[in-house]
């Protein structure tokens, strides 16, 4: 076995893997290797020319430095159990250190999976609050626009969050419409959300104000919803942390974090 970075000629094994190791729609997956690998880091373990394993670090800044969301992490059914994808982490990793990132940051499907990656380093350090509210009219204006969404990040993340740059958020956009989740976007707010009749629960949303989110659901026909967020954000203040998320620190001199933001994931 070895580890190598992904050539462009990998992409139908990985896309096949990818495929065969999620219950993923084979629109949503396609859309992220024609629109989202260029923006990764990919890295795969092969056997005699075929692909066994694959992991994709996403870049991102945490704290204004440079980090990564690992997601994707993926072996082959029939060679599970043998240590690949370990050794495949520990490549990857090593190159993203060597690459100058601080932190590496994931969200783990499962409790097993918070296990695996603990044995690796990694501590549960991400967190969200969650809180409902409902929906208000309000005469703001209507028009649309795009969001400065570093700014509407930054507003609603608090200091420890992962920073995603415009092209990550308009490929997320793009996937989660493959779900039927609905997207909201204005010059003052950002945010994904699954309705059900007149409740919604918004799982992502950076804005400039709640009442600004708040009148933009109304319109949308929420009348109650369901925000989930950053533990910095002051909306959300009082609402106890709840365990979203592992980070592993890559360098010697990366500071202590807690409570960390991922937001936007592909889990």
């Given at each position: 076995?070895?580890?190598?970075?992904?050539?462009d000629a990998d992409v139908p094994q990985?896309?096949?893997?990818?495929?065969?190791?999620?219950?993923?729609?084979?629109?949503?997956?396609?859309?992220?290797?024609?629109?989202?690998?260029?923006?990764?880091?990919?890295?795969?373990?092969?056997?005699?020319?075929?692909?066994?394993?694959?992991?994709?670090?996403?870049?991102?800044?945490?704290?204004?430095?440079?980090?990564?969301?690992?997601?994707?992490?993926?072996?082959?059914?029939?060679?599970?159990?043998?240590?690949?994808?370990?050794?495949?982490l520990n490549f990857a990793l090593g190159?993203?250190?060597?690459?100058?990132?601080?932190?590496?940051?994931?969200?783990?499907?499962?409790?097993?999976?918070?296990?695996?990656?603990?044995?690796?380093?990694?501590?549960?350090?991400?967190?969200?609050?969650?809180?409902?509210?409902?929906?208000?009219?309000?005469?703001?204006?209507?028009?649309?626009?795009?969001?400065?969404?570093?700014?509407?990040?930054?507003?609603?993340?608090?200091?420890?969050?992962?920073?995603?740059?415009?092209?990550?958020?308009?490929?997320?956009?793009?996937?989660?419409?493959?779900?039927?989740?609905?997207?909201?976007?204005?010059?003052?707010?950002?945010?994904?959300?699954?309705?059900?009749?007149?409740?919604?629960?918004?799982?992502?949303?950076?804005?400039?104000?709640?009442?600004?989110?708040?009148?933009?659901?109304?319109?949308?026909?929420?009348?109650?919803?369901?925000?989930?967020?950053?533990?910095?954000?002051?909306?959300?203040?009082?609402?106890?942390?709840?365990?979203?998320?592992?980070?592993?620190?890559?360098?010697?001199?990366?500071?202590?974090?807690?409570?960390?933001?991922?937001g936007l994931t592909l889990n």
């Amino acid at each position: 076995m070895r580890c190598r970075a992904i050539r462009d000629a990998d992409v139908p094994q990985l896309t096949a893997l990818w495929l065969d190791s999620f219950p993923e729609k084979e629109e949503a997956a396609k859309l992220f290797f024609e629109r989202n690998l260029s923006n990764a880091h990919a890295y795969l373990a092969e056997e005699n020319d075929t692909v066994i394993a694959a992991v994709y670090l996403l870049d991102t800044t945490i704290c204004d430095r440079q980090a990564h969301y690992l997601c994707g992490a993926s072996t082959r059914r029939d060679c599970r159990g043998r240590g690949v994808m370990t050794a495949l982490l520990n490549f990857a990793l090593g190159d993203a250190a060597a690459r100058g990132d601080w932190w590496s940051v994931l969200l783990p499907a499962n409790e097993g999976l918070y296990r695996f990656y603990g044995r690796l380093g990694y501590q549960a350090l991400g967190a969200v609050c969650q809180k409902t509210f409902d929906t208000a009219p309000s005469t703001l204006p209507t028009g649309g626009g795009t969001p400065d969404r570093e700014m509407l990040q930054r507003s609603c993340g608090g200091d420890k969050f992962l920073l995603w740059n415009k092209s990550e958020i308009d490929f997320a956009a793009a996937y989660y419409s493959c779900y039927g989740v609905s997207i909201l976007q204005t010059e003052r707010a950002f945010a994904l959300w699954e309705q059900d009749g007149s409740y919604a629960d918004v799982f992502y949303a950076v804005y400039r104000d709640m009442e600004e989110l708040k009148s933009l659901l109304f319109r949308a026909g929420v009348r109650r919803f369901t925000l989930t967020g950053s533990a910095g954000n002051p909306d959300l203040a009082g609402r106890e942390p709840l365990r979203c998320g592992m980070v592993k620190p890559l360098c010697a001199d990366a500071p202590p974090l807690e409570n960390v933001w991922i937001g936007l994931t592909l889990n």
